[in-house]
């Protein structure tokens, strides 16, 4: 399932245009009175065989092994990010990590 959504990605997931941005900010301020948000962020677990490389990196926090599916969708449930690794790197070697700073500014991605 992963690697077909994976392979949907660069034609449907991509992050918004600063129209949509503003749109997202004006609806998550309206809706719950949160500022500046442009996106909501999550993942889940998914349950794998134990790998045969570095098993310990898989290992979460619940005991057994899976990959993560780390997610951030608009206001309109969306999806404009996603990532898909292991539990120990999914978030600081989310593509978007590296340019978090300079996607959002001074907004905010609400998790």
């Keep these: 399932m992963t690697n077909f959504l994976s392979s949907l990605a660069p034609g449907i997931i ?31 677990h998914i349950k794998i065989d134990k790998p045969e490389d570095d098993p310990l990196s898989y290992t979460n926090r619940k005991g057994y092994y899976s990959i993560q599916t780390q997610l951030i969708c608009d206001q309109d449930l969306k999806i404009i990010s996603m990532f898909t690794g292991y539990d120990a790197k999914v978030f600081r070697t989310l593509p978007i990590f590296q340019t978090l700073e300079q996607r959002c500014g001074a907004d905010h991605i609400l998790g």
């Design 14 to 44: 991509k992050w918004p245009t600063q129209y949509e941005i503003n749109r997202a900010k004006q609806y998550f301020l309206n809706k719950n009175g949160f500022p500046e948000i442009v996106g909501i962020i999550d993942g889940t």
